[in-house]
């Protein structure tokens, strides 16, 4: 093929890259290699065999330089490139096993290391599995606990046998010796008392299994390749069974109210203190994972001193008036979804979630209300309170609160509702509140050491009656672990002095260095959002001076004055002026956009510039344009030079691990989901039979699920530095993890990287950011037959080795310097580079904890790199030490970043798509979003606001 490079479908024998073994391109590759059928067998799971699919760790690590062939033979051109076997043919869980731990590395010098792991020593035997069903059903954990609870006492002899089980509040129970009820279902009644009359409940209890604690000792000491997930989830449920009793459980957290603090946070919300707690398998041990904890909660308070919180109104008697509709649509959109208690009916505290907020005022809202004689009048809330309760209304002029399903007409005013206690927020925090956050919860890491080391002090795991029914003890230390610091690797710079660094404790310095490959600017443009009294004309010229300089210094000339330089006000200005600049401009390479602060011109911005017209835009401050800092201009230009297909630096060709001898594709991807916000979920009334406080009776509400999408983001490297990335990004169902179209993104990124380097990649590294344990297995099955799609469709046979690495930030291990004199900085922390893959780590795969960042604020959180599969055969050392590089080729910053770069950048990929998905309704301050029925014609319109531009998507528009 002339072009080398078809579309065409993947039955024929032709090949998408064209001929195999072309010649180098401009990517400067190393190797060139024709292409091996290097990738093990075909795992498509299209009706062929899948029972050799198990990575083969006894075949031990293999030179990164030459592929296995022994193992993976070539595949012949006219071969399907599948491997039949007579194993499974479903493609089932358990045919995709994750490999076995190579060997533990060596590379760096050793540090002494502390973790917040606490050994449990479990005892040998079994635990008994028990399913509980509770009827009437639908009651929180917390009313399910109460009813266990009350029924263990009750029974205690003749079910129990004095015995203290265990219950996960859902429908799981445990006890440490069989219960004398055989494998029948046995049906118990339970009665709570209530407020008016006692509810009563039928508890079921059937046998359902054993978990085999002597399997789990031989998963621990190596000798089983599976850790048996029943005996670890019943150790976690003894673990957290008294905690869950005493205080308020969040996911794997615990929180109580703030007693002897108080940190409010505005709005309504105010931050709670707790511990985290997790069980987890190790080397030859078993650990608790204990950690200090913080999230928002709203505030136990009346619902008015509640809504002038959020509404600033500083003293309820000045506002004598009813709400503005802006006022209310903001008030609505906090307290929809909370959940109230009524103070009007003395003792009886009756609960309710809020579904709306009325238009109009107590005293003019009616609803239908049945009289004496049988008649249906319309009545005011007001008048119905002064009648019935002989209440006069405060506050008459004010909304009432709709609560329970929308279409009962159940309102109450405002002043009769307090927020209930111990609701935590699942909204969005403002800015503000986020920086009020961190500045309250960021601790020296010995300051969290500290308070960690109390928090198990407090816990006295040792004395909690459950554990010791169990036979179970907890260490009161942490863990003691030996780490390494990896050494950082060279970077080289451009230039006429080509300086190479090398960077300290994770940062390094541009100063008297040039971008490896800067871009000339011939063609650029200001436009300022700022208003000229914000921003005056001489800011702006000193601004352009100064930007100039630098990037001159920097390596990336801004020749002469701006060819544009208007003041614009309001997003709807945006695209007119992008239109005129483009069309005006030809060969126009830069938009500088001043913006006055949070504005939703930013989005206009990005979504004009590129999806509309693939114009490169960079946004400043306009605080950053009034006061010029060498420092924030140096970080504008590497941002630019990036935009503009430039490089800002790379890693030394000859310190780069052996994985570069071949060409090779680095990979990044995630997932981003919207605030997990079910506007009502179900929920009991505690009490006994609904009462009617307005209107009709009040029934359980209907579940209603944020619907806006998902994001999927994959980004892949387009040269062999790698430097260069290029991004595809879609959207997908509401909270969706798996990516749904995988093989289409990967296939195009496989097309680009030809198209770039004239190389077909041999090995694909596939760095995999936002999976949570519970769904290792069905995002790799999914995901990795993906990439071997999107390889067969460029290419019958076409097979490179895969190696696929999960990355976690979202756990809650945090390593401590042993020695002080390892300690970092102001706050105390390990050194960047910081990495342990022994004592804390799983008993028998592949991962590791790495710091690659230096710790600014607060307690450095390590990285969790879990390998899920491996073709590539890597050992430790060079697994662990290309991570690590790769965490020094993020191009916004002269810092190693915590993650690596290809897995930063598909972050922000998707968080940019968030923006575009923004529509040009500019009524709120944020702009408003594509509303999303994940119908597929509303999917079909917001793939369309996301699809970049074809110039723009050549380019790191996203850094």
Known sequence: MSNGLSTGSSSSSSSSFGSIGSSPGNGGCLGGMPLMGNGLTNILGLGHGLGNLQNNPSSGPVSLGTPN????????????????????????????????????????????????????????????????????????????????????????????????????????????????????????????????????????????????????????????????????????????????????????SFFSPPEGYSHPLGGGREVWFGFHQSVRPSYWKMMLNIDVSATAFYKAQPVIEFMCEVLDIQDMQEQRRPLADSQRVKFTKEIRGLKVEITHCGAMKRKYRVCNVTRRPAQTQSFPLQSDSGQTIECTVAKYFLERYKMKLQFPYLPCLQVGQEQKHTYLPLEVCNIVAGQRCIKKLTDLQTSTMIKVTARPAPDREKEINNLVRKADFNNDPYLKTFGINVSNHMTEVQGRVLPPPKLQYGGRTKAQVIPNQ??????????????????????????????????????????????????????????????????????????????????????????????????????????????????VQAKNVNKTSPQTLSNLCLKINVKLGGINSILLPSIRPAVFREPVIFLGADVTHPPLIDRFKPSLSLNCDPVV??????????????????????????????????????????????????????????????????????????????????????????????????????????????????VQKRHHTRLFCADKKDQIGKSGNIPAGTTVDVGITHPMEFDFFLCSHAGIQGTSRPSHYHVLWDDNHFNSDDLQMLTYQLCHTYVRCTRSVSIPAPAYYAHLVAFRARYHLVEKEHDSAEGSQLSGNSDERNLAAMARAISVHPDTVKVMYFA
């Open 69 to 252: 062939l022994s193992q993976h033979p070539v595949v012949p051109p006219n071969s399907s490139g599948m491997t039949r076997s007579n194993g499974p043919t479903n493609g089932s869980l358990q045919d995709f096993q994750c490999p076995l731990r190579p060997d533990h590395g060596s590379e760096g010098r050793i540090i002494s290391l502390k973790v917040n792991h606490f050994q449990v020593k479990i005892p040998k035997g079994f635990i008994h599995h028990y399913e509980i069903s509770i009827q009437p059903d639908k009651c929180p954990r917390r009313v399910n606990r109460e009813i266990v609870e009350t029924m263990v006492q009750a029974y205690s002899q003749k079910v129990f046998n004095g015995q203290r089980p265990v219950f996960d509040g859902r429908k799981n129970l445990y006890s440490r010796d069989p219960l004398p009820i055989g494998r029948e279902r046995v049906e118990l009644e339970v009665t709570l008392p209530g407020e008016g009359r006692d509810r009563v409940f039928h508890v079921g209890i059937k046998f359902v299994a054993q978990a085999s604690l002597y399997a789990l000792e031989e998963a621990l000491e190596g000798k089983s390749s599976q850790v048996p997930l029943d005996a670890i989830q019943a150790l976690d449920v003894v673990m957290r069974h008294l905690p869950s009793m005493t205080y308020t459980p969040v996911g794997r």
């Open 693 to 806: 406080v307005i209107g009709n009776s009040t029934q359980l509400p209907t579940v209603e699920y944020c619907s806006k999408p998902s994001i999927a983001a994959v980004v892949a490297s387009m040269d062999a530095h790698p430097s260069r990335y290029s991004a595809t990004v879609r959207v997908q169902p509401h909270r969706q993890e798996i990516i749904q179209d995988l093989a289409t993104m990967v296939r195009e990124l496989l097309m680009q990287f030809y198209r770039s380097t004239h190389f077909k990649p041999t090995r694909i590294i596939f760095y995999r950011d936002g999976v949570s344990e519970g769904q290792f297995m069905p995002v790799l099955v999914h995901e990795l037959r993906a990439i071997r799609e999107a390889c067969m469709k460029l290419e019958v046979g076409y097979q490179p080795g895969i190696t696929f690495v999960v």
């Open 506 to 619: 994770g940062v390094w310095d541009m100063r008297g260095k040039q971008l490896y490959q800067g871009i000339q600017i011939r063609i650029w443009a200001i436009a300022c959002f700022a208003p000229s009294r914000t921003v005056g004309e001489e800011a702006l010229r000193n601004f352009s001076q100064q930007l100039q300089r630098i990037s001159n210094d920097a390596g990336m000339p801004i020749m002469g004055q701006p060819c544009f330089c208007k003041y614009a006000a309001g997003a709807d200005q945006v695209e007119p002026m992008f239109r005129y600049l483009k069309n005006t401009y030809p060969g126009l390479q830069l938009i500088v956009v001043a913006l006055p602060g949070k504005t939703p011109v930013y989005a206009e911005v990005k979504r004009v510039g590129e999806i509309m017209f693939g114009l490169a835009t960079q946004c």
